[in-house]
């Protein structure tokens, strides 16, 4: 009997590289840039103007909106600019950018611990939206969004997300061991707020330690358990755990409330016991700096819009010898491929792997045409064809890949572009063929209206 | 650093990839298939060797040019030229003529595979339609000659076909008559092992299996006979069909119930041709209507991701219950087949054999005394039988020994003669022959049950010209070289001296056996 998903697969974990480095505070010096579009939906407006002074944890650019979150400013100093910075993607983005004066003044005090029992639901909601917490897994979601579904009563599992799948990252299985009962009490905050809900804490059996010391800080806790789960690619995913946690499988038109499952990550609930108990706003999130060609990969809590080269080569840069082939925001498997280092570190960003050697060149290199063995099918999460949507994306047939095929409930894992022994590049096509349906659809709203 | 960052690469996730190719994947194929192609060159003989190693060398060359002439990337190093050409190879008769697994080659890379636009393009599986294409075009170069069993006309599949028993032993370990790749032990061990690996589907291979055991189960009039069964599924190349040939990943459907329906379909339509088609090759056909099919079958079949399956909801049942691993259970199936084959081979050839040997004597002792109606066991004499035996019969004659006599009677049951078999040393081991002698001591003809000789010259020994010699001599024969100059002389086999002389000393033994055993008790 074991705790996983269907599909899957194994890609080598890297993780002995960093795991055993305790989190550590990174302050940069340089100046910090936060791009207002850190999260899912709308971006903030920005609420300082230039060469205006601001704090630690002063609030810089307020939510737009339902599905939107306010930023915050994670050093002290004066407002450079609001202007277009290149940002994770390669695009140019509104910014804030902010002199940093290095010393780290907070707006207020976050270390008194406040009494929430009094606190009702909605009080709690409010206190996580004004925190500016989105989801930490890597999406961005709006946590409080997530927390308001139409409703509460019928969700029957919080699932508290330490599953850290991805290849190379280990700054959750850090933070599991150190605040473990933080994670804990932001569980406890939002079980308060589902009250037929049991807390399930998910994590991958690779990390044992993390283990032991979530089951220690859940042990005597109502409605909580902690469980582990076969270390299997993409263990961590949404829809992986739910199907784990609760054997349900759902559509992509429904969301996990839908089927009544609340999934957040274990960073997320961090943030919001800090956001609840101390009204700590979200501008720091833990993070690994990793990969071969990193000459000291370690875990840090680093600060919302450092930049990703004043990490690295503040934590001793690339090690000697050794070439960035190839710099990654987040792990091998979903990290998305940086052309520059001079960019900021976002909300929902959790690692920097910094490769020597590229496998997808090697790989490209002994490419051959689909041999149609099946092995994408077999590895595939949500049980779809991705041979077949692959052949009617190239072909240019949307129509089959969307409604035969099922294209849209593409999560874009990467298992199948990993499975592939043709070394053919699935999950690119099916982004590609996912955005030109998506186009399509508000092309064809635009001309209803 | 800004020099490095300039360097950077840049791609879509995943960044990463499996270990897995696909030259690793058609080296597994290929290593797969190494056990059929042994058994089969073991068997066979060099001329096995000879078509499977043409065959590999002209698929692999065959892509090479194509691919030069088209001025395109080389794509032999894929390995999937290598599994077609041994594939073919397998699929052919150990006598085939070597233009054959040459043309078929050719034509399964160029026009099957390279013409569709190459590797995981072409519509049918390359090999099958190669053998096909040589079946039409050379149909008696095709036609497997046996080499194994001189007295069979047919192979195993003919015979059944003509209604006749065939031995399931032979067919399973391959040392029947048959294509190269017949040994159906050593292509479950190849296809558990792919299968094991994950690198075949279970649900076409099984499919294909149960899908033809039923049709013949229901429909071949003997029911669900288990000799009847077996005969057929080890025969034909149904079990090379189902692991090797309608697995190819290109041909087959993708979905599991696609795959299911395709697997059923090749099944029974091979069950079909079987029964009613008038050639034993017909399980190519099968697969090739198979293949053909599998367009239609991935478009109309798709399978469903979970979340839209009617599977009702399994909700809180997630847990996936322990599964046996695949392959422990192929190394059970392997080693139970291998098992019960071993012990079964042992009981059954063992009889078969005595069978054998016993058919084979009684028609050579009915050839040496035509004038006998039946015959009876002569006691005494075998009693002085087996008073000698293991030693020689006479001292004059080294290494002839006699094995056993009988009284040949005709149909009023008086005695006309008797027959001896008699074993001697040859140059190629024991010359094994059967005696006869009439009542009046003269010889009324020998024939050899065992001569494992020289091929043309002491195989001469079983030509008229030199058995012929033999009728109407008693008493003492004598070895001469060159023309007889006597009554009782026997012209020398040029070139054989040990072989006539093993015969010179049979002979003598069994006169002199009549002259004092069975001439006194007379």
Redesign the interface.
Known sequence: ??????GG?H??GHKELSRESRLRLFDPKGEMVFPLSQHIGKPAKPVVQKNDEVKVGQLLAEADGFISAPIHSSCSGTVKAIEKRRVIGGALADCIVINNDGQFTPFADYSKRQDANKLSNQEIIKRVQKAGVVGLGGAGFPTCVKLQPKNPDAIEYVIANGAECE?YLTCNDQMMRIHSNEIVEGLELVLRIFPNAEGVICIEDNKPEAIEAMKRAASGKSRMSVKAMVTKYPQGGERSLI??????????AQLPADVGCIVQNVGTLYAIQRAVLYGEPLFSQCFTLTGEAVANPGNYIVRVGTSF?ELL?EAG??KDGA??????CGG???????????IPIQKQNNGLTV?AE??????EA?M????????C??VCP????P??MCDAAIAGDLERFEK???GM?CI?C?SC???????R?L??VF?QAKAEILENRKREGGGQK | MNAAVNTVNLSSAPHVRDKWTTPFIMRMVALSLMPATIVGILVYGWNAFAIVALSVISAVAAEWVFCKICRKPSTIWDGSAVVTGLLLALSLGPQTPLYCPVIGSIFAIVVCKCCFGGLGKNFINPALAARCFLLISFANAMAIKPVIDAVATATPVGAMKAGETVNITKMFLGTADGVIGSSILALLVGGLLLWSLDIIHGEICFSVLIGFTLFLGIFGGKGFDVNYLLAHLCGGGVVMGAFFMATDYVTSPVSKLGQLIYGCLIGVLGGLFRLKGNTADSFSYAIIIGNVCTPLIDTYIVQKPFAYRKVGKTRKTSKQPFRIPKPVIALTLIAAIAGVALSGVFSMTKDKIDEQETLKKAASYTEVCPEAESFAIHEEANTKIEEKAGTDWHADYPSARINEVFECRDAAGGVVGYALSITSKGFGGDVTMAMGIRADGTISGIAFTELKETAGLGMKADEPEFKDQFPGKSVSIDLVKGAPQDDNDISAITGATVTSTAVYNAVNAGLNFYETVLKGGN
């Open positions: 009997m074991k705790n996983t998903f269907r697969v890609p080598a290849p199907q784990a946690v609760a054997g349900v499988d759902f559509p992509t080269a080569e840069g690339l070439e960035m082939k190839k710099a990654l091998p498997m979903m990290g998305i491929a940086l052309g520059s280092l001079d490769l590229d496998p997808v060149e090697a790989a002994l051959t045409n689909c041999l149609r063995c099946g092995r099918q077999t949500l049980g779809l064809t041979q077949l035969k095929l099922y409930d874009q990467g572009t990993f499975a592939c022994p043709a070394k590049p999950t690119p982004k």
